[in-house]
Structures are given as C-alpha cells and as structure tokens.
C-alpha cells in the first residue's frame, strides 16, 4: 500500500501543453465599433459642408462675416461728389546708388473714418522681378477732410523703371483714388505724363 502511495506520490503533474488544440480559439466580433463612427464623422462632415456651400453662396450671411470682401467694400465711407475716395496730393522719389526712397501724401475725401489704409506700391526694375510691398498709412485712422502720408524705403538693385501705387484697407477694401498732384501746383496734366489712378507710376529721373 505504502509503495502504491509512493509511486503515485512521485508523478508530477504534466502542465498543459502550450500548443494543444485546446488552447486554439476562434472568435466571432461585430462590426467594429471604431469603424462605425469614422463613417458616422465622414458623413456628418459632408452634410455640414453642403449646408455651408449653400450658405456662402447665397450670400444671406454677408451681414455677419465682416471679413468677406463683399462686405468690407460696400463699407467704405461715400463721397458727396460720388468720385474716388482718396486724392494723390504729393508722390516723390528720390534715389541714390543703393536705395529708393518713395514719399506720399493722400487727402480722404470721404464723409467718414478710413481705418488703417494701406499704400501698395510695386517698384519695377531693370535686373530683378517687379517688388510689391505694402506700407502703411500714418495716421492709422484718417477722418474725413484729413491727410495722411506713407514712406517706402528699398534696397535698390539694377535700373528703377518706376513705381506703381495703389491703396487698399487693412479689412481687404480696394480704395480707389484721383490723382490731385497738379491742382496744388502750376503745372498742368499736359506738362506731365499722362497717368491712370490705379497704375500710378512715377518714372526715375535719368542720371
């Protein structure tokens, strides 16, 4: 009895085998869930951007979005004349062997405030690509009646051919004007070349 009780004693017990097909299990899962809100996300981003497309071009939203340039335009102050809003009244240069200095002087013929107009001025030379820079107009608010004056100063490189001017709101108005220079002075249009508003440009002196 006693060897019966040993033997069996003296059998370990076998750990289950780590690769018998017992352990081998097959699962059977739903959709996945993560799957289910990517499509839910793609389709409520498509419905949203058909509501916004419909919107926007309707224009119905106009009145909210300030920053639209339909918006920003109708909002320029009107002039009782009914004619650009800003007068040209000086543009200079003055150039040396390494810079461009570009001056100006502008009159709001407006009946109200034009906040922070900007001077676009694009200075076209002989060796390199045109150079458009914006300059801002000092003071930054110019009520009706009242002057304002920008400087530009630019490295100069190869012959200056000349500079065109143009104005606009930091807001993304376009603010068209007159040129006004020859009514302070005695010198006529005739005696001068002839010069549109919007592509004002200012021939460099010949050395």
Do not use: C
Not at 144 to 150: A, K, N, V
Not at 153 to 177: C, D, R, S, W, Y
Request: overall charge negative.
């Amino acid at each position: 009895m006693e060897n019966e009780n040993r033997n069996a004693n003296d059998v370990a017990p076998q750990p289950p085998s780590e690769t018998g097909p017992e352990d081998f299990r097959v699962q059977m899962v739903g959709p996945s869930r993560k799957r289910t809100w990517i499509l839910a996300s793609v389709v409520i981003a498509a419905v949203l951007f058909l509501v916004g497309s419909v919107i926007s071009s309707s224009g119905v939203m106009d009145a909210w979005l300030p920053w639209t340039q339909e918006y920003a335009q109708r909002n320029v102050p009107t002039v009782p004349d009914g004619g650009e809003p800003l007068a040209l009244l000086e543009f200079s240069q003055d150039r040396d062997e390494e810079t461009i200095t570009v001056t100006g002087r502008v009159l709001n013929r407006t009946q109200g405030r034009l906040e922070d107009l900007i001077a676009t001025l694009t200075l076209i030379t002989s060796l390199e690509l045109p150079v458009e820079e914006d300059v801002p107009v000092t003071p930054e608010s110019l009520e009706g009646g009242s002057e304002g004056t920008f400087e530009w100063v630019k490295p100069l490189t190869g012959e200056a051919g000349g500079v065109k001017l143009k104005f606009k709101l930091a807001n993304g108005a376009i603010i068209q004007h007159q040129d006004s220079r020859y009514e302070e002075t005695e010198e006529t249009p005739e005696e001068a070349a002839e010069e549109t508003p919007e592509e004002l440009t200012e021939e460099a002196p010949a050395e």
